[in-house]
Nanobody
Framework: QVRLVESGGGSVQAGGSLRLSCAAS?????MGWFRQAPGKEREGVAA????????AYADSVKGRFPISQDNAKNTLYLQMNSLKPEYTALYYC???????????????????WGQGTQVTVSS
């Protein structure tokens, strides 16, 4: 198990930006950001294979939410730009030991989770 602590959430107006951070006890082969809105399933937003920094994104956030890592700080980031009200959700950081591309945006393939950070976007 990897310890993950998210930060950086908050309330912002539509069109604004936030940067989420995930401080990890260690970086794993794949790490990702997921979100869950009330009454909805948890969905993958962005993920990265830390070995080669290849990334994957949900179609809804491509070009808006770059994911990145800082190996020296064992930290994962999600830069959220051009925010929309429909992006309001609890955002989670997750980690897994596999570097397989298959399932990299699927929550069921991750086994370590943070407690989440709330992002609220108002219109």
């Amino acid at each position: 198990q990897v310890r993950l602590v998210e930060s950086g959430g908050g309330s912002v107006q539509a069109g604004g930006s936030l940067r989420l951070s995930c401080a990890a006890s260690k970086l794993t082969a794949s790490m990702g950001w997921f979100r869950q809105a009330p009454g909805k399933e948890r969905e993958g937003v962005a993920a990265i294979r830390t070995g080669d920094s290849t990334t994957a994104y949900a179609d809804s956030v491509k070009g808006r939410f770059p994911i990145s890592q800082d190996n020296a700080k064992n930290t994962l980031y999600l830069q959220m730009n051009s925010l929309k009200p429909e992006y309001t959700a609890l955002y989670y950081c997750a980690a897994r030991g596999s570097s397989l591309w298959v399932g990299i945006l699927e929550a069921r393939t991750y086994n370590s989770w943070g407690q989440g950070t709330q992002v609220t976007v108002s219109s």
